[in-house]
């Protein structure tokens, strides 16, 4: 039987779908956190503004107890960047990201690390982790002391790639920032890591439920290991297909649900580093290619972005005195009337979110460069 093919506006309509934007749902917090299959969170704010875009009602109590109850941690993942997890898909997950993060620890800090007892450095660091909560200064400089002629940030990289661990809280937690400190999952959530072979094939299942239909690059591109073809092709028999208008083979989970390309979607705002933008090689079904420029900066930075017809259609931040809080809104190109007043009506929500009871809000617009 041949593939259906998908439109990139189906495409679109499937991940905004996914990803809880085509309009706010009812879901425990717990529970959107595990269905997006995590949440970016290289500072800890966006993930929350993430949650506020996509849940009713959402208070930020309810993320922040549940990190503080250890139901949800924030630890290197995807991409070795810092996501937040549920426990449980960090004890399942964390295993098949294992080889991505060695290749960064070998691209990012291999030569500085060249001719050292790798394992004798590691097994140091978790034996201090494991006797409490410790910072990534405080390995590290245990790693100097044995180590003193090395680079001391490659011997910290070193920890955060070689070594799981999970930050404790406060950090991860809204406007919360200082050093954090890094605990063994075992003695932090009271259970052992998966088994590696579980742990590649759940990583796919999740990564389809959360951002499919994908192919095997897309998956790559969020996921940050490589061979995935391989493996796609072995699941292939229990998993559903499809091809984009380019003839490329996509895989999705059976009977996942597939909203049709006229499915409405409303205007939102999505922070930074938000995975929507980060989880596919072929980023058209959410931007287009000549707008990528203003939302991936350099130092792998990425801007937070707004959606207008499900599409990225321009960046946005937050500008604050002690008074006052403005929402700058930068278009990609002229706004209609209608989708200027519904970014300002949403602009508005989302400072009274994430200003604790600034007085002057304000929604600004600027002109399209």
């Known amino acids: 039987m041949t593939p259906r093919?998908?439109?990139?506006?189906?495409?679109?309509?499937?991940?905004?779908?996914?990803?809880?934007?085509?309009?706010?749902?009812?879901?425990?917090?717990?529970?959107?956190?595990?269905r997006l299959a995590g949440l970016q969170a290289q500072?800890?704010?966006?993930?929350?503004?993430g949650l506020w875009t996509r849940l009713r009602d959402f208070a930020r109590d309810e993320l922040t107890d549940l990190i503080e109850d250890r139901r949800v941690v924030r630890s290197s993942m995807m991409r070795a960047t810092l996501h937040l997890t549920t426990a449980e898909d960090y004890?399942?997950?964390?295993?098949?990201?294992?080889?991505?993060?060695?290749?960064?620890?070998?691209?990012?800090?291999?030569?500085?690390?060249?001719?050292?007892?790798?394992?004798?450095?590691?097994?140091?660091?978790?034996?201090?982790?494991?006797?409490?909560?410790?910072?990534?200064?405080?390995?590290?400089?245990?790693l100097v002391e044995l180590e003193p002629d090395r680079d001391p940030s490659a011997l910290a990289y070193l920890v955060r790639t070689r070594l799981p661990l999970v930050q404790t809280p406060p950090a991860g937690v809204w406007g919360r920032g200082g050093s954090p400190r890094f605990a063994p999952?075992?003695?932090?959530?009271?259970?052992?890591?998966?088994?590696?072979?579980?742990?590649?094939?759940?990583?796919?299942?999740?990564?389809?439920?959360?951002?499919?239909?994908?192919?095997?690059?897309?998956?790559?591109?969020?996921?940050?290991?490589?061979?995935?073809?391989?493996?796609?092709?072995?699941?292939?028999?229990?998993?559903?297909?499809?091809?984009?208008?380019?003839?490329?083979?996509?895989?999705?989970?059976?009977?996942?649900?597939?909203?049709?390309?006229d499915t409405?979607?409303?205007?939102?705002?999505?922070?930074?580093?938000?995975?929507?933008?980060?989880?596919?090689?072929?980023?058209?079904?959410?931007?287009?290619?000549?707008?990528?420029?203003?939302?991936?900066?350099?130092?792998?930075?990425?801007r937070a972005t707004f959606l207008i017809d499900g599409f990225v259609s321009g960046v946005w931040k937050i500008e604050k005195t002690k008074r006052s809080a403005t929402l700058v809104a930068e278009p990609f190109a002229p706004l209609s009337t209608g989708d200027r007043a519904a970014l300002a009506g949403e602009g508005e929500r989302l400072l009274r979110f994430a200003t604790d009871g600034t007085p002057e809000l304000g929604v600004r617009f600027e002109e399209p460069g």
């Open 5 to 34: 093919v998908l439109s990139l506006r189906e495409l679109n309509r499937a991940t905004l779908g996914r990803q809880m934007l085509l309009g706010r749902e009812e879901s425990s917090v717990y529970d959107a956190v595990r």
């Open 43 to 49: 500072v800890p704010n966006p993930p929350y503004i």
């Open 91 to 142: 004890l399942l997950l964390r295993p098949a990201l294992q080889a991505a993060l060695d290749r960064s620890l070998r691209s990012i800090a291999g030569k500085r690390l060249a001719g050292l007892d790798l394992d004798r450095l590691v097994s140091e660091a978790r034996r201090m982790a494991e006797e409490g909560p410790r910072t990534s200064k405080e390995l590290q400089q245990r």
């Open 185 to 261: 999952p075992e003695s932090w959530l009271g259970a052992p890591l998966a088994d590696p072979d579980e742990s590649l094939r759940a990583l796919v299942s999740r990564y389809l439920g959360a951002f499919g239909p994908a192919g095997a690059r897309d998956f790559q591109a969020w996921s940050g290991l490589t061979g995935a073809k391989g493996l796609l092709e072995e699941m292939k028999p229990g998993l559903r297909l499809y091809r984009d208008e380019g003839g490329n083979e996509l895989f999705d989970l059976p009977g996942a649900p597939l909203a049709p390309a």
């Open 264 to 302: 409405p979607a409303p205007i939102l705002f999505v922070p930074e580093y938000d995975n929507l933008v980060l989880a596919h090689a072929d980023r058209r079904r959410v931007i287009a290619d000549e707008d990528r420029k203003r939302v991936f900066l350099s130092s792998a930075r990425v």
